[in-house]
């Protein structure tokens, strides 16, 4: 009766902290690291966590990878290398607002497909908001964007995402598999994600050649990018090492499972070689000062916030609870991927889905060889990939996202996010409901 008691009174502590910690952030009652932080501090004041289980508890693999990217880009911009992708993405736009939507958005999709979608953010984000706030253009509709489309393009292979690789290992499912079998889906969400972010944003993404005035101020902010880049000292050997130890670190990760080792020593190696090789260019205080310590300091506090809720046995209540509703698989399907969808909005998909490998080979087990059993997969596969998108901490690459945006003067808070985000969320799981079950009754 006393254990039961106590076991109550942890479940009760760990929830009420994680939802206390997430209502400051959604409100930004304070700095969504100074909450993370102090909440994770009260589950071990409150005896949830030991100090030891805390630290255990910390992806020091994804901060790392994260450190060692952010420096990466740190050296890229000293370089130059942003300035000229700048003014030769600005050339071949001609200043067409669609056409560069279009082109990075495309670039996330894919780059992310085969990189980590943190990598690509890291990448693609800066270069961006130069670019845009350099045509004169608002970068918030294609920040948000672009964070959407990593974890979409993210979803279709099995590097693409973690929950992807745990999932694939685990379940023996191949790479080739999951572009087989989310290749369509996810090229529909693509597709209806594109068509509906140009919709709603249609006054700032509209093509510009029927309009004389933004076409002669496009080209006056054309020219004073190519004559800003022109003008800057640019040294052609420093940027071709940059560049060439940046794709080099990506070659690594794409071979990660050939090299065997982990992508945050990748990530490291790949920046440590490159400090070491222009240390006489760079001040590396200012580099390493230059690195988002609150946004690393964040993810360490939620990754505790997130183990305090496995701990005292949260999410295996949940994910056992949803199982056992039913026994109608076509149903089945759709409870894992909405529910997957909806938790990874709010709690790190990994611990998600690691609890929930386990319950799906039940329910293999149950069930005997189903021939659609494999629609279970592609159901928590999706609906933790694409649930990520629906809000700011649902996964890593949006909090790097709007962490870079803000460092840039563009404000993105939890709601302004959540204003395109949930819409677009909810289309992306509907497409994927309707992908299953077109499978499931008709293949």
């Given at each position: 009766?006393?254990?039961?008691?106590?076991n109550?009174?942890?479940?009760?502590?760990?929830?009420?902290?994680?939802?206390?910690?997430?209502?400051?952030?959604?409100?930004?009652v304070?700095?969504?690291?100074v909450?993370?932080?102090?909440g994770?501090?009260?589950l071990?004041?409150?005896r949830?966590?030991?100090f030891?289980?805390a630290?255990e508890s910390?992806?020091?693999e994804i901060?790392a990878?994260?450190?060692g990217?952010?420096?990466?880009?740190?050296?890229?911009?000293?370089?130059?290398?942003?300035?000229?992708?700048?003014s030769?993405?600005a050339?071949?736009s001609?200043?067409?607002?669609?056409?560069?939507?279009?082109?990075?958005?495309l670039?996330?999709?894919?780059a992310?497909?085969f990189?980590?979608?943190?990598?690509?953010?890291?990448?693609v984000?800066?270069?961006?908001?130069?670019l845009?706030?350099g045509?004169?253009?608002?970068?918030?509709?294609?920040?948000?964007?672009e964070?959407?489309?990593?974890?979409?393009?993210?979803?279709?292979?099995?590097?693409?995402?973690?929950?992807?690789?745990?999932?694939?290992?685990?379940a023996?499912?191949?790479?080739?598999?999951?572009?087989?079998?989310?290749s369509?889906p996810?090229?529909?969400?693509?597709?209806?994600t594109?068509t509906?972010?140009?919709?709603?944003?249609?006054?700032d993404l509209?093509?510009?050649r029927?309009?004389?005035?933004?076409?002669?101020?496009s080209?006056l902010?054309?020219?004073k990018?190519?004559?800003?880049?022109?003008?800057t000292?640019?040294?052609?050997?420093?940027?071709?090492?940059?560049?060439?130890?940046?794709v080099?670190?990506?070659i690594?990760?794409l071979?990660?499972?050939?090299?065997d080792?982990p992508?945050?020593?990748?990530?490291c190696?790949?920046?440590?070689?490159?400090?070491?090789?222009?240390?006489k260019?760079i001040?590396?205080?200012?580099?390493f000062?230059?690195v988002?310590?609150?946004?690393?300091?964040?993810?360490a506090?939620?990754?505790?916030?997130?183990?305090?809720?496995?701990?005292?046995?949260?999410?295996?209540?949940i994910g056992?609870?949803?199982i056992?509703?039913?026994?109608?698989?076509a149903?089945?399907?759709?409870?894992?991927?909405?529910?997957?969808?909806?938790?990874?909005?709010?709690v790190d998909?990994?611990?998600?889905?690691?609890?929930?490998?386990?319950?799906?080979?039940?329910?293999q087990?149950t069930?005997g060889s189903?021939?659609?059993?494999?629609?279970?997969?592609?159901?928590l596969?999706?609906g933790a990939?694409?649930?990520?998108?629906g809000?700011?901490?649902?996964?890593?690459?949006?909090v790097?996202?709007?962490d870079?945006?803000?460092?840039?003067?563009i404000?993105?808070?939890?709601?302004?996010?959540l204003?395109?985000?949930l819409p677009?969320?909810?289309m992306a799981?509907t497409?994927?409901?309707?992908?299953?079950?077109?499978?499931?009754?008709?293949?």
């Amino acid at each position: 009766m006393l254990s039961t008691l106590i076991n109550h009174w942890d479940i009760a502590i760990a929830v009420g902290v994680f939802v206390l910690a997430f209502i400051a952030i959604v409100f930004e009652v304070l700095n969504k690291s100074v909450v993370a932080i102090a909440g994770a501090t009260l589950l071990i004041v409150t005896r949830i966590l030991t100090f030891e289980e805390a630290v255990e508890s910390i992806n020091f693999e994804i901060i790392a990878l994260l450190a060692g990217m952010m420096i990466l880009v740190e050296i890229a911009k000293e370089s130059g290398l942003f300035a000229l992708i700048n003014s030769h993405l600005a050339s071949f736009s001609k200043g067409n607002p669609f056409l560069i939507f279009l082109f990075f958005m495309l670039v996330t999709a894919f780059a992310s497909a085969f990189l980590d979608n943190v990598t690509t953010i890291l990448i693609v984000v800066p270069i961006t908001i130069a670019l845009v706030s350099g045509m004169g253009y608002n970068p918030f509709p294609y920040v948000i964007a672009e964070i959407l489309f990593s974890n979409i393009g993210g979803a279709l292979t099995l590097v693409g995402d973690p929950p992807n690789i745990l999932i694939g290992t685990m379940a023996g499912i191949s790479f080739n598999s999951f572009i087989a079998h989310l290749s369509l889906p996810i090229i529909l969400i693509i597709l209806l994600t594109l068509t509906t972010f140009y919709v709603i944003n249609w006054k700032d993404l509209k093509p510009i050649r029927h309009n004389l005035s933004k076409l002669f101020l496009s080209n006056l902010l054309l020219k004073k990018i190519h004559y800003q880049y022109c003008r800057t000292n640019l040294n052609t050997a420093y940027m071709i090492t940059v560049a060439t130890v940046i794709v080099l670190t990506i070659i690594g990760f794409l071979l990660q499972f050939i090299i065997d080792l982990p992508l945050a020593v990748i990530a490291c190696s790949g920046a440590f070689l490159l400090m070491i090789i222009v240390n006489k260019k760079i001040e590396v205080h200012n580099v390493f000062s230059r690195v988002e310590w609150p946004t690393l300091g964040f993810f360490a506090g939620l990754f505790v916030l997130v183990r305090g809720l496995e701990s005292v046995g949260v999410l295996e209540i949940i994910g056992h609870s949803l199982i056992g509703t039913t026994n109608n698989f076509a149903l089945l399907i759709l409870i894992v991927l909405w529910s997957a969808g909806i938790l990874s909005m709010v709690v790190d998909n990994i611990p998600f889905v690691t609890v929930m490998i386990p319950v799906i080979f039940t329910i293999q087990t149950t069930l005997g060889s189903d021939p659609h059993f494999s629609l279970l997969w592609w159901a928590l596969v999706l609906g933790a990939c694409l649930g990520g998108n629906g809000t700011i901490i649902g996964a890593s690459a949006n909090v790097i996202g709007v962490d870079l945006a803000r460092k840039h003067g563009i404000p993105i808070t939890f709601l302004s996010y959540l204003k395109y985000s949930l819409p677009l969320t909810l289309m992306a799981l509907t497409v994927s409901s309707v992908y299953l079950m077109v499978w499931y009754f008709y293949f």
